[in-house]
Every structure is written in C-alpha cells, then in structure tokens.
C-alpha cells in the first residue's frame, strides 16, 4: 500500500468532529436549513452562526457585500496555532454587520480564547446615545488565562455611547476582565489595522483589574497600525496591562464631544506597567480638558513614549499626572516615565471653554516621581490671539507636586512668548537644553544653548511624517554634539539613525545627517 493511499485512508477515518471546517455564510441567498459547508450551502443569519459551537482550526466566512443586522456572539475556543478564524470571502464590499442600538456590542466574544477576526465592517447606531454600548467587545467573567484574541482590519463606525465617561461611555472596541472566583485576563491580544470613525465615547480601551491590591495585568497586549478618526472622547487607553505596546497608530480629529466636567486624551496608559508608545501621530485633539496628545497617567510605572509625532492638538503634547490622594494598596503612583524622540508642532493653543488659554505643552500634574523627558523637538507657531497664555511647562498641585523631573537635550522653540511654571514641584533640573525664541522665564539651565537651532527646516505649520526628516540639525547647527550623555537612551532617533552611546548627542529629536 503507498503512503499517498494511506494517508487518506487514515483521513477518513477521522470522525467529522474532529476535522477542521469552513464554514459560509450568505445573507443574500443562503439558508439555515443548509449545512453551511459550501459557499452554495451557505447559511443565511448571525442567529445560525451563534449557535454553533466551534472547534479549533475553523473558519467562518461572511459573504463580501452582504448585510446583517443583529449581533454576532459565536461560541466555542480555538488555540494559538489552531484558532478559529472569521473573514470574508469573495470580492466586494466587507460584510457589513449592524446592531441597531439594540444590542450592547455588535460583536462580542464572551469567555472564549484562541480566535481571530478581520475584514469586517462593524456599526452600532441606536436613535439615541446610550451608556456602555459598544462596537466590538471582548469579555472574560471567572474564566482563567485566554490566549491569542486577534482583530484585524475592521472597519468599526458609527457607535452611538455616551459621550460622559461616568455614565458608562460608549467604545468602538472595547475589553474587560473581571470574576471573583476566578481571575481573569487576556495574555496575546492584538488589534492591528482597523479603522474607527465617529464612535462614542472612546476608541480602543481596557478595563481589568487594576488596583494593586488586586493586580492581575493582561499580558502580550499589542494596538498597532490603527486608523481613529472623529473620536468623541479618548483615542487609545490600555488599563491593567503589563507591557503593552501601542504603536505605528494615527489618531485624527478626536475628543470634539465630551461635556464640560470630563476629560479625555489622544493616547494613554492608565494603571499599567512597562507600556511601549511610540511611531503614532496624533493631531487634533480639541476638548474642554486635557485633550492632549499623550498621556502618561496615574498608577503606572516605567512608560515609554518615544518617535510619536503630535501636532495641533488644542491640550498640549503631553501630561504626566498622578493623583496623591490615591495610594497603595489601590494605586503606586507614577513612577519612572520617559519620554525622549518625540517632535510636538502647535500643540497647546486651546480657544474654547472653561479652560481655554489653559494648555500647556507640557502638563505634568500631581506627585509623579523621577520623570525624564530628552531629546524631544518642540516647535511652537504663531498664537492665534496674541492674548493667549503659551506655557511650555506647567507643574500642578493634584493632591501633591512632582518630584524629581529631568529635561535634557530638548530643542524648545516658539515663534512668540514661552512661559514656564513651576509651582511647589521638588528637583526639576534642566540641562543641556536648546532655546529659542520667546522666553518670557526661561528655567535655570547650566548648560542652555540660547540661539536658533539651525535646523534643515523649522515648520511652523506641521508638515506630514514624511518631510519630519527635515528638522534635523543642518551644517553648523549648535545642537550638533551639544547634548549630554543619557545612559540606557535607546540607541537611535526619531527617524531611526544611530545616537551615539558614549559621546555627546545632538540636542533635539534627531542626529544631523553625514
């Protein structure tokens, strides 16, 4: 007997249940009564969908161009190497699922691990705005450890949530652990390459267990190459995560619809260790509050925000916050942030509002400990009002003050006035930095370089990425080798060329080009 005849002898002896299956379905011209095994056996509705309960290695396939409403909940677990995967087939138009606002989330994956989701067009608009109502949503209750949840290039829009963080919100995609008897979180989550548009309250977040009193992180949580636009509230916010790596995403025009009294921010860790933020663009970021581009926030330890690109967000680049009223065993404070190779451009005119002219490029508020902030560009245009308040850094009073902050080889320049405020914060050392322009009470700095910078270019509108190149140190420039030496300062640029370890870096966010 040949080993070709054998082995689809032994394939046949394999039960049904055992085999992987595709799995179509057609709401045009299928039929539940069908066995869904055959593009022309195609069944017909979600409701059929959701009452399988399937294995590792199947697929289910929506028909391109077809419509469903209704909300898709499939049950069953597949693996990391053997997950269940649902796509499309077929050319045309993603199958476009919609749940009418009479659902809490459109898509939901409840205590079920091992699947991956892509090319999907996901809607939830109900006739009003209602509280916790969701486009995507992930969600463990007393299950354990679930492994490898992939989404992948979804198109999510059209959410209607609350607008007020309070009230519940509202989530394009949203993931929460919880459970008494058993913990729960996602180790392997990945959300690469979808696209959100005009989702209420929030874009890509978590929610977990995160108290330290309780600290039980998700793990392996990766959001890359993401598109939001017209956001409502917060762009991207990784809770209870260890690790998490946020990156290469492009948040535009968000956070226009949360009321007076709340917040939101562009991207940020909240209650997270060792978070990764870097390659992103945020740019438009516009709100009665916050409404930066970036955020470090409280009850995280060791955040990295490097090579993102913010501009024109009405809040500033960044704030770094800690609430001292919240302490362990709930909250460790903020600890340890570093933010280095980062280019702001126009971040921190705010025009509107209880707080408009209160927008600093830098917000770093409350008792955040041992901050370093190097090697960054900052560039600040025209006022639109030359009324208007522009502070580089302010240091606030959140039920403490900052201690320990370190501002070293940044270029600092404003085509107008800079103003900086220090308040009752402890040890804020500047050093080997660049200014220019403006200074209205430029910070003691033994080593300030206090001339134009030279660089190629200084754009006092924000170019796109791809001309950002341009401001690096041109021939002559004073920032060239002018910096101080950073241990442990992550070896390279911006745009990805070398720094030199143990010799003096240029100043800014960019070595000048051989």
């Given at each position: 007997m040949t080993r070709s005849i054998l082995v689809v002898i032994l394939l046949l002896c394999v039960p049904l249940t055992c085999r992987s299956l595709t799995y179509y379905v057609n709401s045009n011209q299928g039929d539940d009564s069908h066995s869904g095994l055959s593009p022309a056996e195609a069944w017909k509705t979600l409701d059929k969908v959701n009452q399988i309960i399937f294995k590792p290695g199947d697929r289910i396939l929506f028909r391109a161009g077809t419509k469903y409403a209704g909300r898709l909940k499939p049950q069953g677990s597949g693996t990391a190497h053997n997950p269940i995967r649902i796509d499309k087939y077929g050319k045309g138009a993603l199958p476009r699922i919609d749940g009418e606002g009479k659902y809490e989330a459109t898509l939901e994956l409840y205590n079920d691990e091992g699947w991956e989701v892509s090319d999907l067009e996901i809607t939830n608009l109900g006739p009003t705005q209602q509280a916790g109502r969701k486009g995507v949503y992930l969600?463990?209750?007393?299950?354990?450890?679930?492994?490898?949840?992939?989404?992948?290039?979804?198109?999510?829009?059209?959410?209607?949530?609350?607008?007020?963080?309070?009230?519940?919100?509202?989530?394009?995609?949203?993931?929460?652990?919880?459970?008494?008897?058993?913990?729960?979180?996602?180790?392997?989550?990945?959300?690469?390459?979808?696209?959100?548009?005009?989702?209420?309250?929030?874009?890509?977040?978590?929610?977990?267990?995160?108290?330290?009193?309780?600290?039980?992180?998700?793990?392996?949580?990766?959001?890359?190459?993401?598109?939001?636009?017209?956001?409502?509230?917060?762009?991207?916010?990784?809770?209870?995560?260890?690790?998490?790596?946020?990156?290469?995403?492009?948040?535009?025009?968000?956070?226009?619809?949360?009321?007076?009294?709340?917040?939101?921010?562009?991207?940020?860790?909240?209650?997270?260790?060792?978070?990764?933020?870097?390659?992103?663009?945020?740019?438009?970021?516009?709100?009665?509050?916050?409404?930066?581009?970036?955020?470090?926030?409280?009850?995280?330890?060791n955040t990295i925000i490097q090579y993102n690109y913010s501009h024109d967000n009405e809040g500033g680049f960044l704030l770094i916050c800690d609430d001292g009223s919240s302490k362990m065993p709930w909250s460790v404070g903020n600890i340890g942030t570093i933010v280095r190779y980062n280019i702001s451009i126009n971040d921190g005119y705010r025009m509107k509002g209880y707080a408009a002219g209160f927008s600093p490029t830098f917000n770093i508020s409350g008792p955040v400990e041992d901050t370093h902030i190097y090697n960054n560009t900052i560039i600040m245009g025209k006022k639109a009002n030359p009324k208007m308040d522009t502070t580089l850094v302010n240091m606030g009073n959140w039920n403490g003050w900052a201690s320990d902050t370190y501002f070293s080889n940044n270029i600092f320049y404003a085509?107008?006035?800079?103003?900086?405020?220090?308040?009752?914060?402890?040890?804020?050392?500047?050093?080997?930095?660049?200014?220019?322009?403006?200074?209205?009470?430029?910070?003691?700095?033994?080593?300030?370089?206090?001339?134009?910078?030279?660089?190629?270019?200084?754009?006092?509108?924000?170019?796109?990425?791809?001309?950002?190149?341009?401001?690096?140190?041109?021939?002559?420039?004073?920032?060239?080798?002018?910096?101080?030496?950073?241990?442990?300062?992550?070896?390279k640029d911006f745009i990805g060329d070398t720094v030199p370890i143990n010799t003096p870096p240029a100043i800014g966010a960019l070595e000048p080009k051989h």
């Amino acid at each position: 007997m040949t080993r070709s005849i054998l082995v689809v002898i032994l394939l046949l002896c394999v039960p049904l249940t055992c085999r992987s299956l595709t799995y179509y379905v057609n709401s045009n011209q299928g039929d539940d009564s069908h066995s869904g095994l055959s593009p022309a056996e195609a069944w017909k509705t979600l409701d059929k969908v959701n009452q399988i309960i399937f294995k590792p290695g199947d697929r289910i396939l929506f028909r391109a161009g077809t419509k469903y409403a209704g909300r898709l909940k499939p049950q069953g677990s597949g693996t990391a190497h053997n997950p269940i995967r649902i796509d499309k087939y077929g050319k045309g138009a993603l199958p476009r699922i919609d749940g009418e606002g009479k659902y809490e989330a459109t898509l939901e994956l409840y205590n079920d691990e091992g699947w991956e989701v892509s090319d999907l067009e996901i809607t939830n608009l109900g006739p009003t705005q209602q509280a916790g109502r969701k486009g995507v949503y992930l969600n463990l209750h007393d299950y354990g450890v679930a492994h490898h949840l992939v989404l992948k290039n979804l198109y999510v829009h059209d959410v209607n949530g609350s607008d007020l963080k309070k009230s519940g919100a509202g989530y394009g995609i949203f993931w929460d652990v919880k459970g008494n008897v058993k913990k729960s979180r996602y180790d392997g989550l990945l959300i690469e390459g979808c696209h959100l548009v005009k989702c209420d309250r929030n874009g890509i977040c978590g929610a977990g267990y995160w108290s330290r009193q309780d600290w039980f992180p998700c793990l392996h949580v990766v959001i890359r190459n993401n598109l939001l636009e017209d956001i409502g509230g917060d762009g991207i916010v990784p809770v209870a995560c260890d690790g998490c790596i946020v990156e290469h995403n492009v948040l535009r025009g968000c956070g226009k619809r949360f009321p007076p009294g709340d917040a939101a921010a562009g991207i940020w860790p909240w209650s997270c260790d060792n978070t990764i933020v870097q390659y992103n663009e945020v740019s438009g970021q516009s709100g009665y509050w916050d409404s930066q581009g970036f955020d470090s926030d409280w009850n995280c330890r060791n955040t990295i925000i490097q090579y993102n690109y913010s501009h024109d967000n009405e809040g500033g680049f960044l704030l770094i916050c800690d609430d001292g009223s919240s302490k362990m065993p709930w909250s460790v404070g903020n600890i340890g942030t570093i933010v280095r190779y980062n280019i702001s451009i126009n971040d921190g005119y705010r025009m509107k509002g209880y707080a408009a002219g209160f927008s600093p490029t830098f917000n770093i508020s409350g008792p955040v400990e041992d901050t370093h902030i190097y090697n960054n560009t900052i560039i600040m245009g025209k006022k639109a009002n030359p009324k208007m308040d522009t502070t580089l850094v302010n240091m606030g009073n959140w039920n403490g003050w900052a201690s320990d902050t370190y501002f070293s080889n940044n270029i600092f320049y404003a085509a107008d006035s800079m103003k900086y405020k220090f308040g009752n914060a402890k040890n804020t050392v500047f050093d080997h930095n660049l200014y220019a322009g403006g200074q209205v009470n430029m910070p003691m700095d033994e080593h300030a370089i206090r001339q134009n910078p030279g660089l190629v270019r200084i754009p006092l509108k924000a170019p796109d990425w791809k001309k950002l190149s341009e401001l690096a140190p041109g021939k002559g420039s004073p920032c060239i080798e002018a910096g101080v030496v950073i241990p442990d300062n992550g070896g390279k640029d911006f745009i990805g060329d070398t720094v030199p370890i143990n010799t003096p870096p240029a100043i800014g966010a960019l070595e000048p080009k051989h």
